[in-house]
């Protein structure tokens, strides 16, 4: 049989998504009575009154239900996921306003009626009264603290984080070369093509509640929606449908809609549903990435750093139900592929009137590259030499690997990279990219008035963070392989990978098996998808569960054959004993034996070992064993595995507009072996367009007041296919790591985190203009070049 790890072959759940086949949130409960919420239209307000009575006479409305509605636990603030010692001011919101709102979009009131438009109608006649308070809004605002979000939070901050390697300030001291940078990245969103949606529906008689989420989390929100609902988990059921994408958003759990929701139907006795549109999804659900840094670095005469400080701010928005693990991603993956000297790095995560923030693809990476990648161009620049020459001279090395880098990960666990090759990686990328000839390259455009520029971004991911994943494989009686594991999937191709893994595995065709991911009711102990852990986490248990189920159909097939297991494989399904002509059995029939119930209505099972046993009365099986050919296994590693990769991107400016049109660009990158070699290329290709996106386009614009200004595809600018490169070119790197047993390590982000980094560097190389702050617009780059001739006329 021909190995299916590292197959390029086509993803086995594309034919029904293209078809229009697919099944989303929104095509499920079509019985079900719909909501729609009242939100909030300010910033930051104290609610004075709810009047509802305007909306009660409205045909077809069901339920209204305000703060003073919610029971018990629901009437709590919702849960702090994520908790952290240097989180001393953690404040989450209740599931509907209580007294205050603190950003435009917090739900204030729940209307349920007999479908959506009634239900909009509805919540329109309700009148709240709000006394406005002044708004905190951006990081500047709410640094200065001269209006606070959450009046018993001094400072507005949310939790401060100081870690240090080395003496920091003796290093600096000391360094012939100081330099110091001041560097900002906007908000941002993950703006999958669905948006948030739940579905619940509560069965009185047997009092269990089952749920249909568009989550990254089937099991976080089962736990959630049980223990505010004061279910039993065995009683609440999670499934999660085709989720039209997540990039991070999806994680979060309990949104506010995904309590409610379950608890109106429980209420109600009926099933209800809630599906955001757009806008609320742009001001309800979560953005990420706004974080101002300053940046102080000493090194050599080499370009070799000596010594690094960082001091940065995150905004958090107006709650923190995801903790600090944005910031903590940044404060430690900025390293990159790069040996600091000292280290220091300290910052505030602070509240603000805005949306909150939790994790969007890349999470926290894309800032921390930004901020290292522009301090080694800076560098560069400063000594005049070749910007990849300075990155070389401060990479970590092969033979240094594991390399430990004295500081805590976002799991609070020590940050050491189990492995990687960044020389050659670098080397790759100048090969692939033309890095040497490009000056050629420049002077025959600028020949013709053309102005171009070349940059790079270089990133260490953390991937495949714990603390377990889980998996169930079992072979039906028809020789049909099922797998189950309890993470989700926003369209990762998991279906085919796991596939592959079982296939090799357990000696099965691809077509004979069947993943199933994100349904408790099938697999009930998972953490879910996010952190580039799917092909780490769940790729490594659904390998040791096939284990697992080999091993018990060796042992079955070899009681059945009178073989020794050591003489048997199991090939296109059948198991074979070597050199015995005919001695063969089916691991469908395997399957029967190893179930004395069904093997007692199944003539073929008998007839298949007849010759081996004789007497086919009762099953050839050990009585003492469990029944079923299947396995079940966890893998819960000590410390996340480190993917890296390194990008290059020409750009051509326009002198005129200021256009920046992208030339080329090319990616090199490590995640360990490939599992499919085409799914992990596809990855980045989507990842490369967000981080073109984040370089370029896209920016929540808040105004002064808190209101999002764009919150509309009309005006959020992402990148349509006529932004995004037409090509990107790949190669790729495999270290494996140590630390599984296929050893991967994740790429489902690797695209999106150094794309600011590599285009700053690019336009910057193009304009000879310092580059400081993403995203960039042509208008931007216009005005940064007016000020640049004006400082440089005489
Ligand atoms: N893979 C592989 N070989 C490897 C590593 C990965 O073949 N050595 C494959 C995996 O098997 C998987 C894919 O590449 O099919 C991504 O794997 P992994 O890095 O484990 O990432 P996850 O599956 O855990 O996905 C999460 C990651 C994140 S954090 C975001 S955000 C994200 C993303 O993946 N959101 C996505 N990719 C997305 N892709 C789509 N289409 N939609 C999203 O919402």
Redesign the pocket.
């Known amino acids: 049989m021909t190995r299916m790890f590292g197959q390029p072959i086509p993803r086995v759940e594309d034919d029904r998504m293209v078809r229009g086949h697919g099944g989303y949130l929104d095509d499920l409960g079509h019985d079900a009575l719909a909501c729609a919420f009242v939100r909030s239209p300010h910033a930051h307000a104290e609610i004075v009154d709810i009047d509802v009575t305007g909306a009660l006479d409205v045909d077809g409305l069901v339920a209204i239900y305000t703060y003073e509605d919610l029971p018990d636990r629901l009437a709590d603030p919702l849960p702090l996921l994520i908790p952290h010692p240097a989180l001393t001011e953690g404040r989450t919101q209740y599931a509907l306003a209580r007294e205050r709102v603190n950003h435009v979009g917090e739900p204030v009131v729940m209307v349920v009626a007999q479908d959506r438009y009634v239900a909009e109608d509805a919540a329109e006649r309700i009148l709240v009264s709000y006394r406005s308070l002044p708004a905190v809004v951006g990081i500047e605002a709410a640094r200065a603290a001269t209006q606070l979000v959450h009046p018993d939070v001094p400072g507005n901050i949310a939790a401060n984080m100081l870690q240090t390697v080395g003496d920091v300030d003796a290093a600096l001291a000391a360094a012939p070369h100081i330099l110091e940078l001041d560097l900002s990245i906007e908000r941002s969103a993950?703006t999958?093509m669905e948006g948030r949606g739940v579905l619940a529906r509560w069965d009185p008689e047997s009092h269990r509640l089952r749920l249909w989420s568009s989550t990254?989390t089937s099991t976080g929100v089962r736990a959630a929606v049980a223990s505010k609902l004061g279910l039993a988990l065995v009683d609440v059921d999670v499934i999660t449908p085709d989720?039209g994408?997540?990039?991070?958003v999806?994680i979060m759990h309990p949104w506010p809609e995904e309590v409610l929701v379950p608890w109106a139907a429980r209420q109600l006795g009926r099933p209800v549903k809630f599906v955001e549109d757009r806008r609320e999804h742009f001001i309800s659900s979560a953005h990420e990435r706004a974080q101002l840094h300053h940046v102080r670095v000493g090194f050599d005469r080499d370009g070799v750093i000596l010594g690094l400080d960082v001091r940065f701010w995150h905004d958090h928005g107006a709650y923190i139900p995801y903790g600090i693990i944005v910031p903590m991603i940044t404060s430690t993956q900025l390293l990159g592929p790069y040996k600091p000297g000292a280290y220091r790095v300290e910052f505030d995560s602070l509240y603000t009137n805005t949306l909150i923030v939790t994790?969007?693809?890349?999470?926290g990476r894309p800032q921390g590259v930004f901020v290292m990648e522009r301090t080694m161009d800076a560098i560069a620049a400063t000594l005049d030499l070749d910007r990849t020459v300075v990155r070389e001279r401060n990479f970590i090395q092969p033979d240094e690997m594991p390399y430990d880098h004295g500081l805590l990960f976002q799991d609070d666990r020590p940050l050491i990279y189990d492995s990687g090759d960044y020389p050659t990686l670098l080397d790759k990328l100048k090969k692939l990219v033309g890095w040497d000839e490009f000056e050629a390259f420049r002077e025959a455009a600028r020949a013709e008035g053309r102005r171009v520029g070349i940059g790079l971004g270089c990133y260490v991911e953390g991937?495949?963070v714990g603390p377990y994943e889980g998996a169930h494989v079992v072979v039906e009686p028809s020789g049909k392989v099922k797998v189950a594991t309890g993470?989700t999937?926003?369209?990762?191709?998991?279906q085919?990978?796991?596939a592959q893994i079982v296939a090799d595995e357990l000696g099965v065709p691809l077509s004979d098996i069947e993943v199933v991911t994100g349904d408790t009711r099938r697999f009930g102990y998972a953490v879910g998808?996010?952190?580039?852990?799917?092909?780490?986490?769940s790729?490594s248990a659904i390998a040791l569960a096939a284990r697992a189920a080999r091993a018990k159909a060796l042992k079955v097939a070899a009681d059945a054959l009178e073989a020794n297991p050591d003489d048997l494989d199991i090939v296109d399904g059948i198991v074979r004993v070597a050199g015995v002509p005919g001695a063969e059995i089916s691991l469908g029939t395997l399957a029967v034996l190893a179930n004395p119930l069904r093997y007692a209505f199944d003539d073929a099972a008998k007839a298949a070992t007849q010759f081996a046993v004789g007497d086919t009365s009762k099953p050839p099986v050990g009585e003492d064993d469990e029944p079923g050919i299947e396995g079940r296994d966890y893998f819960s590693p000590m410390q996340s595995t480190f993917?890296s990769g390194m990008h290059a991107v020409v750009v051509e400016t326009d002198p005129d507009t200021a256009e920046i049109k992208i030339l080329r660009y090319c990616v090199v990158h490590d995640?360990?072996?490939?599992?499919?070699?085409r799914?992990?290329e596809?990855?980045i290709h989507?990842?490369v367009a967000q981080g073109v996106g984040g370089a370029l386009y896209e920016r929540m614009a808040y105004d002064e007041a808190g209101q999002l200004q764009n919150a509309s595809f009309m005006d959020f600018l992402m990148p349509y296919v006529s932004e995004v490169p037409e090509r990107i070119e790949i190669d790729h790197l495999e270290t494996p790591s140590p630390l599984n047993p296929?050893g991967?390590?994740?790429?489902?982000?690797?695209g999106v985190i150094p794309g600011a980094a590599a285009f700053a560097s690019a336009i910057e190389d193009a304009e000879g203009i310092t580059i400081t702050a993403m995203p960039i617009s042509p208008s931007e780059l216009f005005e940064l070049r007016r000020r640049h001739e004006e400082r440089s006329s005489p």
């Open positions: 993950s999958p990254q989720v994408g997540g990039f991070g999806k994790p969007y693809r890349g999470a991937t495949g993470l999937t926003q369209g990762q191709g998991h085919t990978v796991f998808t996010f952190a580039s852990r799917a092909a780490v986490m790729g993917a995640c360990g072996p490939l599992i499919n070699p799914i992990v596809g990855q989507g990842g296929l991967i390590k994740g790429a489902g982000e690797a």
